[in-house]
């Protein structure tokens, strides 16, 4: 069975920083790609962030791109981001995601229906 378990959300001051991590269990995603999602009240789950298994290709949002940091861990069978400046409008539960089969295209990397697992999310609460 497999499992993603994120970890590392929590409360924090605008302009702060938070890292969060995933361990996935049950099957290896080292040919594969894993991202992270983020879905706030009232809105769709939308892309943040995911690169493939050798991390040759890495896509951000535009609304993170320079604050955010996906890294990998083959051996360990994780994926972490890297938080930086983060924002008020950055408030939401953050899902670790992880595909079966690595992606083609671009629209494959970046559309939550493109993602076969995912963890149970994590809070991160960015106060002004």
């Known amino acids: 069975q497999v499992q993603l378990v994120e970890s590392g959300g929590g409360l924090v001051q605008a302009g702060g920083s938070l890292r969060l991590s995933c361990a996935a269990s049950?099957?290896?995603?080292?040919?594969?790609?894993m991202g992270w999602f983020r879905q706030a009240p009232g809105k769709e789950r939308e892309f943040v962030a995911v690169?493939?298994?050798?991390?040759?290709?890495?896509y951000y949002a535009d609304s993170v791109k320079g604050r955010f940091t996906i890294s990998r861990d083959n051996a360990k069978n994780t994926v972490d981001l890297q938080m930086n400046s983060l924002k008020p409008e950055d408030t939401a539960v953050y899902y670790c995601?992880?595909?079966?089969?690595?992606?083609?295209?671009?629209?494959?990397?970046?559309?939550?229906?493109?993602?076969?697992?995912w963890g149970q999310g994590t809070q991160v609460t960015v106060s002004s």
């Open positions: 995601a992880a595909r079966k089969r690595l992606p083609q295209y671009y629209s494959e990397y970046v559309s939550p229906v493109e993602f076969d697992y």
């Open positions: 690169n493939n298994w050798s991390g040759g290709s890495t």
């Open positions: 049950g099957r290896t995603f080292s040919s594969s790609a």
